[in-house]
């Protein structure tokens, strides 16, 4: 048996209040300790660093759930390695309620724990990051003893117990003897708890540092202290020590903190929170009853509340059960508290109650969809507020008003559906670059379900972006991570850039304009605006040192559609841009000559590259900022003198055509030449052909002797090595679209003296079956031959 | 002992009639009308109370007890689902023995079962003599538990034809059953106390659906496959003692052999090992009452043709007339369970490799 610990020591006049953060029960009985005790100073389990915050945490407009939230740097890591990590308060934590009644009453109150940054409070017991900063309290649920005492008592599990030992308590009259059976229950749970495991968790020195700075407070206060600590470390606080230390200081440049809106959803213990209790939102309705409604004797039927609370959610959703129904859940939640021992219906009764009534079905192991509700309905979405004075950073500030300019609610953790009419209205242009913008943050804000997507050509006709958006807490959270680099929303989307251009190298792909050119036109669409030229540098850093043709004209593609579309982007001033596309424009030359090394069998993404890149010289043109040619014009001058691989031969000589420096006649010859040559494969023969005509396909009809030589060959042609011909024809004429198939086919016509008309003819047989018959045909001409029937 | 429990399975208030009249004598909490224990005392007679010696009947899944119990109490019936083998039909026997003192109150449910066996039959020789009277009338249990306001069991529900089952939605609802033939105002009312358990699988072949007017009238409980690996092994232990009681049969090892047993029908049930490997599941039901089925005939094996030291190979020989009835792919799932798993849980325990060494000798297809 453990002894229980004391609740006061009479020696020093210290009450030492063991609690369960977030506990309604405990909150109210401390209030009751509190008015009754009136003392001269509160202390509250806490990292001593955020003492600066608590007139904010008191202030009228803070409306839990709210969360002080810490970045420290870890220990020789990179500069933005860094953990953030959250001390929440919600309506009924005990340390909310002791630092608001001193805050009422100008008392004097504190926090006692080790300095966030302190290495006890910046890894848990696994050495990970800790994510909270107020203690773990696993060993309610899963320590040995509290397994034993749940067999004992029914219980499922050691929040049931709690539930069933000390919430039923909440309205109790003697607080003294709630207090002594919470210590001695969580002295019982310290009994069963390795030293070493405290050791290593940190638990003994954050002891240490509260022992001290509770010692230092006696001796600046006359009357009454009232300390409030995790029931874990209530025992710890009374007898001697004669090994302690002085308090360790916060230190005011190793951390920062901030006073920001937290959310049920995120104070849930069920969703990994180390500390607190499961459905907040449960314990919240609780609070709420007992302080409010009970109160007010407005409502005594506390069952009835909350599953009619659940019941007008449903029929929201157009799903309530029926009265009947609820009346019975109602009937079933009372009397499994009675049968349980409890006198009102507590987390577990609700459930069990809803389980059994509202079902009509078998419930699979993982669970029914209508329990998820439940579960989420009681985890609750409500978010907290601060008061404007918070003292977040500017970047979250900025972003939160210029979310509410949007429109965006921002005031709980809904998930909303809103649509974007970004064609047609600025202010929804300006809404869906402010998504864009938080989702390459990484805020968790919004997810695009649906809308055009420029980037791959998909669903260009549709006119609305859809996006899925929702507040958190943890919008915040990332944002104030962010803060360190930047003021507002596009700042940090360039910061957040900056950082994803420095990491292309390790994801192998360092030296990539392509992929550089994509960071920065994301940073465009998300709304960077002017800011984007601060990464431009990064850009050209990348763009210079590619040595891949190809994604260098995708990157001046890229580059040149920003540039046309930079108004719609809400970049006023096109210099960086232009700047951007000239560089890429200068090592397309650098790249050029290097096409004369390029074997005939790697030389289609080479001709790819130089068809885009024509396309890219039109659209430039066409869009008014062309490029100086001249020295393109002579990088091609000296590539033409070279042996060049023929399909790359074709694609420079039909540049030499439309620059003029080339003829019809020039290339005709050229053309006899390649068509006749001596390739083994027929495929060789055409590529050149296929080079003309994949940078420019208008040579086909302006120049007349491309067909000349063309028909020449075909003319010419064995049957036999005309089949042969025919797949690589036809892939050197496929960028041909119908109205150019048709033109082509009336140029062919006219040369052969027939009407276009017959060359139009549609053909419903597969090529393969063409193929398959056209030999048959010639077999079945030869058979006839031998037979002398001819 | 008592005459009745040489039956082969004697009634649960009989079997555990010492422990009802200990909870009866100790209980002193308010008892429902009707109910001969109050609901406390029910839930300790089903989950055990070591103080007065009550064993623990029902493993696994207390806050159901608690829910179905008090669902008895309100005016809706109480609807047991889940797959085979769950202990469904012990837990309506073991509640109808505890609230009523009597669970022999039941309607065995089949393609046969007609509205007769809900409602009331008559003995025809006395219909012929005297006319429709109280005397020549034949109360089905549901009529039986409705006049002495006890629980009524129907099993197997969904195996009756859904019109056959519809004859409950009045009784559920009005709590009164009309007898006409007996007057034209003579309606039977329930006394306080009735309530009905019914079981039901909603997954089995050969299962007929529920109309939604009867299933409103019920509330479900799923019960589910144990899956504490540690209390189905306590559950396989002290049933295998209770069986191989009366049949003085005494076995060594069977400790160790119902782990081994337990972890494999866990394996085969989830479809994943407690190493984390994944396994593809058979068909056929692998429910605990099933796992007692094999160790009870693994140990009859060790006790009568063996030396009576019960071992992995026992298992073995048994467990394929568990697996091998429903599907033929279900013999191959388990010598592919065979061939990996347990060959390398053979390689480090002797029992895993008498298992192995065992199943690999039996015929899976």
Not at chain 1, 728 to 743: C, F, K, S, T, Y
């Amino acid at each position: 048996m453990v002894d229980p610990a004391p609740l006061h020591d009479p020696l020093r006049d210290v009450f030492v209040v063991p609690v369960r953060h977030h506990s309604p029960a405990c909150a109210a009985q401390l209030a009751a300790l509190l008015d009754q005790v009136q003392p001269a100073a509160v202390l509250v389990e806490g990292p001593c660093d955020f003492d600066p915050l608590i007139p904010l945490i008191c202030d009228a407009r803070t409306r839990p759930p709210v969360a002080v939230v810490a970045l420290r740097q870890l220990d020789g890591a990179a500069r933005r390695k860094r953990a953030t990590s959250y001390f929440p308060f919600s309506a009924h934590s005990p340390e909310y309620v002791a630092l608001r009644h001193a805050h009422g009453r100008q008392v004097a109150s504190q926090f006692i724990d080790l300095p966030s940054h302190a290495r006890a409070m910046l890894f848990d017991g696994e050495g990970e990051p800790a994510r909270t900063l107020q203690g773990d309290e696993t060993l309610f649920d899963s320590g040995d003893y509290v397994t034993a005492l749940a067999r004992d008592l029914g219980c499922r599990d050691g929040n049931e117990v709690w539930d069933q030992l000390f919430e039923t308590r909440i309205a109790d009259a003697d607080w003294r003897r709630f207090f002594a059976d919470v210590g001695q229950y969580c002295a019982c749970i310290r009994a069963a708890t390795a030293q070493s495991v405290m050791e290593t968790d940190g638990t003994l020195e954050r002891e240490v540092q509260m022992r001290a700075l509770v010692a230092r407070a006696r001796a600046a206060t006359q009357g009454p202290i009232v300390v409030v600590v995790g029931g874990f470390h209530a025992s710890a606080m009374f007898g001697d020590h004669p090994g302690d230390g002085a308090p360790v200081p916060p230190s005011g440049s190793e951390a920062s903190s901030y006073l920001v809106r937290y959310g049920n959803r995120q104070l849930d213990a069920l969703a990994g929170y180390s500390a607190g209790l499961p459905l907040p939102g449960f314990y919240q309705h609780w609070w709420d009853w007992h302080h409010c409604e009970r109160a007010n004797g407005a409502t005594d039927d506390w069952a009835g509340t909350l599953i009619g609370g659940f019941v007008a959610h449903l029929r929201g959703q157009g799903r309530a059960p029926s009265f009947p129904v609820m009346l019975s859940a109602i009937e079933q939640a009372k009397r499994l508290a009675s049968l349980r021992g409890r006198p009102l219906p507590l987390r577990d009764d609700v459930i069990d109650a809803v389980r059994s009534t509202f079902i009509k079905d078998e419930i699979p192991r993982a669970g029914a969809a209508l329990l998820q509700e439940l579960h989420g309905w009681l985890t609750g979405s409500a978010i907290g507020d601060v008061p404007p004075a918070a003292g977040s950073p500017p970047l979250v500030e900025a972003v939160r008003s210029e979310a509410r300019r949007l429109r965006f609610v921002v005031d709980d953790g809904e998930i909303r559906t809103r649509n974007l009419d970004i064609y047609r209205k600025e202010t929804h242009r300006e809404a869906s670059r402010f998504c864009h913008a938080l989702a390459l943050v990484g805020a968790g804000f919004g997810q695009r379900t649906a809308g055009p997507d420029f980037r791959n050509d998909v669903a260009l006709d549709r006119l609305f972006e859809v996006w899925s958006v929702g507040w958190s807490p943890m919008v915040e959270a990332r944002l104030i991570e962010v803060s360190e680099l930047a003021d507002s929303l596009p700042e940090a989307v360039i910061a957040v850039i900056a950082e994803r251009i420095a990491a292309l190298a390790e994801q192998g792909l360092g030296r990539n304009a392509e992929a550089a050119i994509d960071l920065f036109a994301t940073a465009c669409r998300a709304g960077a605006g002017e800011s984007a030229g601060a990464i431009l540098q990064l850009v050209e850093a990348e763009v210079i040192e590619d040595a891949e043709l190809r994604s260098v004209v995708a990157a001046l593609s890229d580059a040149v559609l920003l540039r046309r579309g930079h108004k719609v982007l809400g970049i006023s001033d096109p210099a960086p841009i232009d700047q951007l596309m000239h560089t890429i424009w200068r090592r397309v030359l650098v790249l050029l000559p290097e096409l004369a090394a390029i074997p005939a069998d790697q030389a289609r993404p080479a001709l790819q590259a130089l068809a885009d890149l024509r396309g890219v010289i039109e659209i430039a043109r066409s869009a008014g900022f062309g490029f100086d040619l001249g020295p393109f014009d002579e990088a091609l001058a000296r590539l033409e003198a070279q042996d060049l691989a023929p399909a790359i031969a074709g694609a420079v000589m039909a540049f030499a055509l439309l620059d003029g420096r080339a003829d019809g006649q020039a290339l005709g010859l050229r053309l006899q030449v390649e068509l006749a040559g001596a390739y083994l494969d027929a495929g060789e023969r055409l590529a050149f052909v296929g080079g003309i005509i994949a940078i420019s396909r208008e040579l086909l009809w302006t120049v007349p002797q491309v067909v000349e030589a063309l028909d020449a060959v075909v003319g010419d042609a064995e049957e036999d090595d005309f089949i042969a011909m025919l797949p690589h024809l036809r892939l050197a004429l496929m960028p041909l679209d119908p109205g150019e198939i048709d033109r082509l086919s009336t140029i062919v016509a006219e040369r052969l003296g027939i009407s276009p008309d017959a060359l139009a003819q549609v053909v419903a047989i597969s090529e393969d079956e063409a193929l398959r018959n056209a030999a048959l045909d010639r077999e079945l001409a030869r058979k006839l031959e031998a037979e002398g029937v001819a | 002992m008592n005459a009745e429990i040489q039956n082969l399975r004697a009634p649960a208030e009989l079997r555990h009639a010492d422990e009802l009249a200990r909870l009866a004598e100790a209980d002193n909490a308010p008892r429902p009308a009707g109910w001969q224990l109050s609901p406390r005392a029910v839930r300790r007679f089903i989950l055990g109370d070591p103080k007065l010696g009550v064993a623990r009947k029902f493993y696994g899944d207390d806050p159901l007890v608690d829910r179905a119990i008090v669902s008895l109490m309100s005016r809706q019936g109480l609807m047991l689902v889940g797959e085979p083998g769950t202990a469904k039909s012990m837990l309506s026997e073991l509640l109808g023995a505890a609230i009523s003192g009597t669970s022999a109150l039941v309607v065995q449910g089949s393609a046969g079962t007609n509205e007769d066996h809900i409602r009331y039959g008559w003995n025809y020789a006395l219909l012929l003599a005297e006319g429709p009277t109280e005397r020549a009338l034949v109360p089905s249990p549901v009529l039986n538990a409705m006049r002495s306001g006890r629980i009524v069991r129907f099993e197997e529900i969904t195996r009756c034809p859904p019109e056959v089952q519809d004859a409950l939605i009045s009784i559920l609802s009005e709590k009164s059953l009309a007898l006409p033939e007996l007057g034209a105002d003579r309606v039977e009312a329930a006394r306080p106390g009735f309530n009905i358990i019914a079981t039901a699988n909603l997954r089995d072949r050969g299962v007929h659906e529920m109309s939604s007017a009867l299933k409103r009238r019920f509330n479900f409980e799923t019960v589910h496959p144990i899956d504490d690996p540690a209390f189905e092994k306590e559950l396989v232990l002290r049933q295998l003692a209770e069986r191989l009681e009366p049949e003085a049969v005494a076995v060594k090892g069977a400790e160790d052999v119902a782990e081994l047993l337990v972890r494999t029908f866990q394996d085969l049930r989830s479809g994943r090992t407690a190493e984390g490997a994944s396994l593809n599941r058979p068909d056929a039901v692998m429910s605990t009452a099933e796992a007692v089925n094999v160790l009870h005939a693994a140990a009859l094996e060790a006790a009568y043709l063996d030396d009576g030291k019960l071992g992995g190979g026992h298992v073995a020989r048994q467990i394929q007339g568990v697996v091998l009835k429903d599907s033929p792919d279900d013999g191959k799932k388990l010598r592919a369970y065979v061939d990996h798993i347990v060959k390398e849980r053979a390689a480090r325990s002797g029992l895993w490799k008498e298992f192995y060494t065992a199943a690999r000798a039996l015929k899976l297809g």
